[in-house]
């Protein structure tokens, strides 16, 4: 198994100071990899990404939600939205996503579609390649 982010990630990146083996990479380019990714093969399952995520994106893989429900307020953020969405980072730094969406309160979503692209980010992907041209962002 391994842990998986999903497109609740607005890419804070508080959660890939504490993975003890550096398995989590910045999505590059943003606009079609707009999450931080987590290599599958050298994830060890340890879960201590999990609380660092003050937005909740990280699961297990078999525990993804198919029907997440929403608070109302938050964003998603995936390839082919269009909103706008800004903060700022675990570092200080400014979050700037053009790949975004605000959830309405009881909006149901199917998160489970958000589990290929971690394996894809790795296989097809720009993979730990996208650490070389990472902007911080
Ligand atoms: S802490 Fe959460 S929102 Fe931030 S980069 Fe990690 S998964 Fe994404
Ligand atoms: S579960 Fe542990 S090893 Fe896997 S990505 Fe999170 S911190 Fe890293």
């Not at 201590?48 to 198919?66: K, M, N, T």
């Not at 730094?93 to 579609?113: C, M, N």
Request: hydrophobic share 35%.
């Amino acid at each position: 198994m391994t842990f998986i982010i999903t497109s609740l990630c607005v890419r804070d990146r508080g959660c890939i100071d504490v993975c003890p083996v550096e398995c989590m990479v910045p999505g590059q380019p943003v606009n079609e990899w707009p999450w931080i990714y987590i290599d599958p093969d050298t994830c060890i399952d340890c879960g201590a990404c999990v609380p660092e995520c003050p937005f909740a994106a990280i699961f297990p893989e078999d525990e993804v939600p198919s029907a997440y429900t929403a608070k109302g307020g938050e964003y998603i953020s995936n390839v082919g939205l269009t909103g706008h969405f800004e903060g700022t980072n675990h570092h200080g730094g400014k979050i700037v996503l053009d790949t975004a969406r605000q959830l309405e309160p009881g909006e149901v979503l199917d998160l489970t579609p958000d589990i290929k692209p971690n394996y894809d980010f790795f296989k097809t992907g720009p993979g730990y390649g996208a650490k070389d041209i990472d902007d911080g962002m």
